[in-house]
């Protein structure tokens, strides 16, 4: 194989769609708690949680939906805690994100052990997982079709949340009482909003995307839960939000470009190269990408001066 | 004068003690409502580091990464950054200990001194590229110190895999270190070595200078108000870069004192998570260094505690993580006793005025 | 005489601790009038006015509104009545376009979307009835200063407000911005809004406000009907000052010129010329009083000698050597020191022991070293004098700076900034909001300063302080140096008072 033939394949870039799909959800989560004015630190320890919730939620439920929805609600009840602790205690976001983390860690490990009696992974437990979905029509397309057709229904939910969330967002009354109490609380509450109820709106919303995520690394990257699988893509995801300006779609294509990085670590596996080493790439990408970014951010300011 | 502490500490020290309690209040319920055995579970948790030499000299032994890894967290958040690559440079402290010592093969100690250095020096270069990334290009050093976590754990397996690897052992296992390339037992019948003499050393380094040095003042201005830094002439972006590898330096070093002091090989295949320890190691000894032993001491024992609970009982190891959690969100949580805080405000400035009319 | 529409009458408050910033305050406003509030800073407008949308609590008197007794709990309580204030620091949400902004907390909906066509169509509609040219598709963020007042005059428009208050309005926008301005304010007059101008500058007041209530130093000093007033008069009631305290100093002798600055001139990030084309020299054993209203580059001058600005353009020679574009801390070694506008911002912190802030500026000086060790008897001898020789009241040394009441922190300030023996202090706003002892010392030390043969440069917005302190001042407005007298005590507060509010500026000046 090629280095060319890396990228010119049709599996290259639906591997890429593959695996952009769980930092989208962190992406997407990140996005909503900072547009409510709430650090987006926490994120990475709530999918860790979600991503145990969904395959022992789809056990006892006996759907994956069932699974989708626990880890969705675990996924709210850790925003919230973050919220309480970081808005009402007045603890210091990166310490809350922290223990968080550490908690989510710590937690889905002893649940493991609890549940399965194993504390690697929730294989045992033989969850459900969410179906893929080949479209009809576009999935016999050449080129296109393999690359678009056959994915999770999550990354089809990803997709469409991106565009829904621009619409909440800019469209509807609500979306544009939480950016103007995220971006100037004194100017919100000066014409009579309450803050915090908009701040609990975004907690909600923020929950069920870290939730999403955390279970499509679990029912549908893999069928089950192992222990730290979330390998900072809620941090990966943080990075992407503030290259895409909080703006969704410019959010995706930053997604996509760490989709990119990733999907080329395993593709370059297959050239038998070091895989250790090769795993660095995406983490490589993001520190160069954010530096960039933040570089080019901090020069314009000096410019305008 | 008679000096006396400032109120605040009072404050901290009230809710710490209650984080403490409240989390192994939280413990104590979780094991109570799974366990079959609760009480000799709890028996184990609570006594089981006391019950023999052996056990205790495990809590003695756990810690010294403890020590180094909460000091490097102390002085990388000191000038107010959040610089989590202690967890990587503690990572990349061991690997660069293995590489030099099995590289180099000096005669003796000498081979052990410069392979415990090669791994400080390791340490602070991966503490150093997030905060000079901060200060060149303003990058966020959270996600960009996160990511070199990754890095380091991925690079040091590949380095280690690469050309340190012992075929005839598990995988990701280094060869043996050379004769002599380890940290000496100092009790009978423990495993606690000069590690933990060591540790001790970097406590009072530390503890001089960030308490003795122009640095440490400055270090600590600028974490305070950088404004007011800038403004009485002091350079706080080399003030930061300089704690950044200080910070790196202890991590690093801790790294290699762990490798040498309780392995003879090198055999992680994935972060220790040390450096996440320091976090609470920093927060409950109130960010000041002298007080990290004893930190270290009290953490030490619940993880020495929660392993024996563990092998005798159905509860995992991974309770304490759930204490610790508990421990760092509700010290940090400043708004609980603020109320207290304000009462005795207002009661110390109307002595103070009671002073101010006695002094006329 | 009109329909009253708001009496505030006897309004006194009295904050907690103990500064009273009203003391029995009567404004009188009628329907359909512009009613200029006027008075010098501190003297007592925006509390009076935080009183009137609830932000505060009044300690005694009372507000009528329309006849009624209006007991305020929340500015949103006042909107409701028809009452709106256009802030000074602009209410807006830089990110959002303007008819977001407008309509934000009452958007017209369509099912459980917003409304947009109708938001964009209320706002045109707005803007076409009073003449308030915005483009509302425009985002906050991007627009000029003039067209986000603009917004926020809509924005209160728009909630129905009858009675507007627009806090110093002018101070942020150019002159065409401002006759626009005024051109829309006669025209919401005419259509029956009645509107609280609060400035003070005396030719915007003459030229659109029916009356005029002054208040100064918490006090209504006088209200007259502009129809019967002269610049003078006015001026006379703002800047007429009551002496509380006086300072005893022996007669200046000048040595030779410690401080050149030419042609220094600086322009913000926001592109605003914040110092224009500055020049004036100062010497040794003299205290130079920069005298202005605030806002009009005193702080920046004070802060660019100081090297906060290194790209500053001109020159600024400290005996005879160019300090511009150096260092802070090789400023500090040639032998300046700054007490700076803001004690808890930039001159101390807050959660560091008083000798940590006392010795910050000289923490590398080997004085206070031992073989790179800190020395910590010297420093506690070196912090506990200073904390003596300056009368700080504390419990020692030991206690974090931030338990300090506002004149002891000022105090540890200006003590730090005093140790380093300096040859030029530059002192900005150095007795703001501290009690009369601390104040009444550090004229003292000021004056010693000038006594033994070092150069003070003081920057206050307190006219009383410069002309009681100062030997010669120099009057900025807009930027520029509007007057510089060399005896201070040859000129009379009137004088400064026509130069600090822009009626007067020297064309020849005798520096």
Not at chain 1, 272 to 293: D, G, R
Not at chain 2, 124 to 146: H, Q, R, W, Y
Not at chain 3, 145 to 151: A, T, Y
Request: aromatic letters at 8%; proline letters at 3%; charged letters at 20%.
């Amino acid at each position: 194989m090629s280095i060319w033939s890396v990228f010119l394949s049709t599996d290259f870039f639906f591997t890429s769609i593959r695996l952009m799909t769980p930092i989208l959800f962190a992406a997407l989560a990140c996005m909503v708690f900072s547009k409510g004015g709430i650090d987006p630190i926490g994120t990475e320890g709530i999918m860790l949680s979600c991503a145990l919730a969904g395959p022992v939620g789809g056990y006892f439920t006996g759907s994956a939906w069932g699974g989708v929805a626990a880890a969705m609600t675990v996924g709210i009840v850790l925003a919230f805690l973050f919220g309480y602790f970081t808005l009402i205690l007045d603890t210091n976001p990166v310490l809350a994100g922290i223990a968080l983390n550490t908690l989510s860690g710590g937690l889905t490990i002893f649940m493991t052990y609890y549940l399965t009696g194993n504390k690697g992974s929730t294989q045992s437990l033989n969850s459900p997982v969410v179906a893929n979905i080949h479209i009809p029509v576009i999935e016999s397309i050449p080129v296109i079709g393999p690359i678009v057709s056959g994915h999770s229904i999550l990354t089809y939910v990803s997709l469409l949340l991106t565009f829904l969330l621009t619409v909440f967002f800019w469209k509807t009354p609500c979306g544009l009482r939480i950016r103007a109490v995220g971006e100037n609380e004194r100017s919100a509450a000066s014409v009579g909003i309450n803050i915090m109820k908009y701040k609990y709106i975004s907690l909600l919303i923020a929950g069920c995307l870290a939730g999403l995520g955390g279970a499509y690394m679990s029912m549908s990257y893999v069928s089950m839960f192992s222990r730290d699988m979330i390998a900072g893509r809620g941090w990966i995801g943080m990075a992407a939000e503030s290259m895409g300006f909080g703006i969704p779609w410019k959010v995706a294509c930053s997604v996509f470009i760490f989709g990119m990085a990733d999907s080329l670590a395993i593709r370059l596996q297959m050239l038998n190269l070091p895989t250790q080493l090769i795993s660095c790439i995406p983490y490589v990408v993001t520190i160069i990408a954010i530096s960039i970014y933040s570089w080019q951010r901090s020069r314009v300011k000096k410019v305008k001066k | 004068m008679k000096t006396k502490k400032p109120l605040s500490g009072y404050i901290e020290m009230l809710r710490m003690m209650m984080a403490i309690f409240i989390s192994l209040i939280i413990v104590f319920a979780i094991i109570l409502l799974i366990s079959n055995e609760p009480l000799s579970a709890l028996k184990d948790f609570v006594i089981g580091p006391f019950t023999s030499l052996r056990r205790f000299g495990n809590v003695i032994e756990g810690m010294t990464p403890l020590i180094f890894t909460g000091l490097a967290v102390i002085v990388l958040f000191k000038p107010g950054l959040y610089n989590l690559a202690m967890e990587g440079a503690f990572f990349m402290g061991m690997v660069a200990a293995c590489a030099a010592a099995l590289t180099f093969g000096l005669p003796g100690k000498l081979n052990l001194v410069v392979a415990m250095l090669a791994a400080a020096a390791a340490g602070a270069v991966v503490c150093f590229i997030p905060g000079v990334l901060k200060v060149k290009t303003t990058a966020n050093e959270l996600v960009t110190s996160l990511m070199m976590n990754y890095i380091c754990l991925y690079f040091g397996l590949w380095v280690i895999n690469s050309f340190f690897y012992d075929p005839t052992q598990n995988s990701s296992y280094s060869y043996k270190f050379p004769e002599g390339t380890v940290l000496d037992k100092i009790i009978e019948g423990t495993r606690i070595n000069q590690g933990t003499i060591l540790a001790l050393i970097a406590v009072f380094i530390i503890w001089l200078v960030l308490r003795k040095t122009p640095f440490g003042f400055k270090a600590g201005l600028v974490g305070e108000n950088n404004n007011m830094a800038d403004y009485c002439g002091i350079k706080s972006g080399n003030v930061i870069l300089m704690t950044q590898i200080v910070g790196g330096l202890l991590a690093g070093f801790g790294g290699a004192a762990q490798l040498f002091g309780m392995f003879e090989r090198f055999q992680y295949s994935a972060l220790p998570g040390y450096g996440w320890d320091g976090v609470l190691i920093a927060i409950v000894a109130r960010r000041k260094a002298q007080y990290v032993p004893f930190a270290a001491l009290f953490l030490s024992y619940l993880r020495i505690g929660a392993d024996i609970m563990s092998r005798n009982s159905d509860i995992p190891f991974e309770i304490v993580n759930i204490i610790q959690a508990v421990m760092v969100l509700l010290i940090s949580a400043t708004a609980i006793l603020s109320g207290v805080k304000k009462k005795l405000i207002v009661k110390e400035t109307r002595e103070l005025e009671a002073l101010k009319e006695g002094g006329k | 005489m009109g329909n009253e529409i708001l009496r505030m009458e006897n309004i006194t408050k009295i904050y907690p601790n103990g500064v009273m910033a009203n003391k029995d305050v009567n404004l009188r406003v009628e329907e359909g009038e512009i009613h200029a509030l006027m008075g010098e800073n501190g003297a007592g407008k925006s509390t009076l006015m935080k009183i009137l949308f609830g932000d505060e609590e009044a300690t005694e008197g009372q507000i009528f509104f329309r006849g009624e007794e209006l007991k305020p709990k929340s500015a949103s309580d006042t909107i409701k009545l028809g009452i709106g204030m256009v802030h000074q620091h602009f209410m807006l949400v830089d990110s959002l376009r303007v008819y977001e902004n407008v309509v934000l907390g009452m958007e017209p909906k369509k099912g459980i979307m917003t409304d947009t066509k109708e938001a964009i169509r209320m706002v045109q509609e707005t803007a076409e009835k009073y003449n308030l040219k915005v483009d509302p598709m425009a985002v906050v963020g991007d627009i000029s200063v003039g067209q986000k007042q603009k917004v926020e005059i809509l924005k209160v428009l728009l909630r129905g407000a009858k009675l507007l208050i627009l806090d110093e309005p002018t101070a942020v926008l150019t002159p065409q911005e401002t006759q626009e301005l005024f051109e829309q304010l006669i025209m919401l007059k005419e259509n029956g809004h009645t509107i609280i101008f609060i400035s003070h500058k005396i030719r915007e007041v003459m030229q659109i406000c029916n009356n005029i209530t002054v208040l100064r130093a918490g006090k209504t000093v006088g209200s007259m009907s502009v129809a019967n007033a002269t610049e003078e008069e006015i001026s006379r009631f703002m800047v007429g000052r009551d002496v509380v305290l006086k300072v005893n100093k022996k007669p200046a002798r000048f040595g030779e010129v410690l401080l050149e600055v030419k042609g220094l001139s600086y322009t913000n990030r926001e592109g605003r010329r914040l110092l224009d084309n500055v020049s004036f020299k100062m010497r040794k054993g003299q205290i130079l009083g920069v005298a202005g209203v605030e806002g009009n580059g005193q702080n920046e001058l004070a802060e660019a000698i100081f090297g906060f600005y290194p790209d500053a353009s001109g020159s600024i020679k400290f005996e005879g050597k160019e300090i511009l574009g150096t260092s802070i801390k090789s400023i500090r070694e040639e032998g300046l020191s700054y007490v700076p506008e803001d004690r808890i911002k930039t001159g101390a912190a807050g959660n560091i022991p008083i000798w940590g802030n006392l010795i910050a500026d000289t923490i590398d000086s080997p004085k206070l070293a031992k073989k790179g060790l800190l020395d910590y008897k010297e420093i506690h001898r070196k912090s506990r004098q200073l904390i003596e020789d300056f009368a700080i009241l504390c419990k020692d040394d030991e206690q974090e700076a931030g338990m300090l009441s506002g004149g002891n922190m000022q105090k540890v300030v200006v003590a730090r900034e005093f140790s380093s023996d300096p040859k030029l202090l530059i002192a900005n706003q150095p007795t703001r909001g501290i009690d009369v002892g601390a104040n009444e010392f550090i004229w003292k030390k000021i004056v010693e300063q000038r006594d033994a043969g070092k150069g003070v440069m003081l920057v206050s917005a307190d006219l009383n302080e410069v002309m009681e302190l100062s030997d010669s001042i120099l009057v900025m407005c807009d930027g520029h140096v509007a007057a510089y007298f060399e005896d201070a005590s040859a000129v009379t507060e009137l004088e400064l008072g026509n130069y600090m509010l822009g009626l007067k500026k020297q064309e020849e000046m005798p520096i």
